[in-house]
């Protein structure tokens, strides 16, 4: 009995997937080995990748979507969602990784920028996108292009969660004050954010945007994830901050325990202890190229 | 009998969707993350999210054993996609150290509709609630695949013959999100089945 019409690769099947990430950790892998200690720890997906951030701002060079063996060897390794990265604009690069089946596409800063004006039309992909966002326009001018799932840029493979926190307050502020807005005022918001006034009007509606928000860039501890999440991120992305730390497992372990119970400091007291030293991490007057600055 | 408390596991996924849908019935909710959130409460929702992710929580927030001990004791639950997976009694291509309830006979394969980008939505008919019922929005994301039913297992509703709502005693399970479509009536059956307070849907 076949009765039933079934669609795929709709905007409510792509941010459904992102709906099922809340309150988890997306951790960065480079292999097959890493992807399951993440898996082991509790990620409730991982991104492939073919440096962590940390390593492509050492190496420096031109920063590309990672080897499709790569992708494959961590898909065969794990059985939880597995997200990739393409470069902004690099639209053949989400058609490899929609074809390699990957669970989400993210249209990245961290990667070389592809296109200096234009983002990828992810309506013409049924493999969901999501993409990073410094403030509230950005992040709408990403959600009007089809991204499924917003999240905060931070400043990636730093271990400095101080960029993190300047976009994701300066998102959930600006989400707050529209809220407050009369109607009149919702043009001048379109007009200011740089944004389509419809998802402006929906913001001063529901109070939140049409997509989670996740936040990414610098979180190296516990704390951080539990700092992200009580600013009102509803989930992490963890990169450098795992794999360049000492004990990667166990701080991958105490990262999963800190994003469930963020809001329970003695928990956090508990899972914060003995892991080791994180990631070394450098200061943003230290570095000379911001990631976050990628995307228009 | 005062209004219920549910408690909605809170330890990853898409609790407040849940949260959400329970309140416009009107029933008062509590996310549940540690054992004392336990206390006081009348029946349970496990909600999407990742099963695995989920299992490894039960363990360090203690929760596993107090909530198999509630299931025991006759605790309503119901879960929705990873939520049905921890309530199965046997998982296929889960992790091998994956925990479940065991609290419905049924088998379960982890994925069994494929990776996201075999994710779907569908109508699918519930005959459950009446030959003219309208059918329900189902919106399945790497959805559990019901391969085995056991005795005393309620179909409620199928999708291309393959069950995705099924009832067993007081646990319900829904392979799909009812939490994501805005429809009540599986919620709102889920509160019927425990209390005969009308819910304000039904009122008004």
Redesign the interface.
Known sequence: MSDQVSITGSFPVKRGLAEMLKGGVIMDVVTPEQAKIAEDAGACAVMALERVPADIRRDGGVSRMSDPEMIEGIQAAVSIPVMAKARIGHFVEAQVLEALGVDFVDESEVLTPADEAHHIDKYKFAVPFVCGATNLGEALRRISEGAALIRSKGEAGTGNVVEAVRHLRSIMGDIRKIGQADSAELFQWAKQLQAPLPLVQEIAETGKLPVPVFCAGGLATPADAALAMQLGAEAVFVGSGIFKSDEPARRAAAIVEATTHFNDASILAKVSRGLGAPMTGIGMDEINQRYAERGW | MQVPTIGVL????????HQQRLAELGAPTRQI??PADLVGIDALVMP???S??MS??LV??GLFEPIAARIVDGMPVFGT??GMILLATEVL???PDQLSFGAIDITVQ??GYG???????????MPAFGDDAA?FHG?F??APKVVRLGVGVEVLA????VPVILRQRAITVASF?PE?ANDHRLHAQFLNSFTRIPSHAETS
Do not use: M
Not at chain 2, 10 to 17: E, H, I, N
Not at chain 2, 115 to 125: A, G, M, N, V, Y
Not at chain 2, 158 to 161: L, V, Y
């Open positions: 809170a330890l990853q996924g898409a609790f407040q969707s993350r540690t999407g999210g990742e695995t992710t490894k929580l360090t927030s996609c990873a291509d889960g992790r982890r994925n990776r996201q980008l075999d994710s779907f939505e569908t109508e699918i008919s059918p919106v994301i790497r199928e999708h291309d013959g999100h994501l």
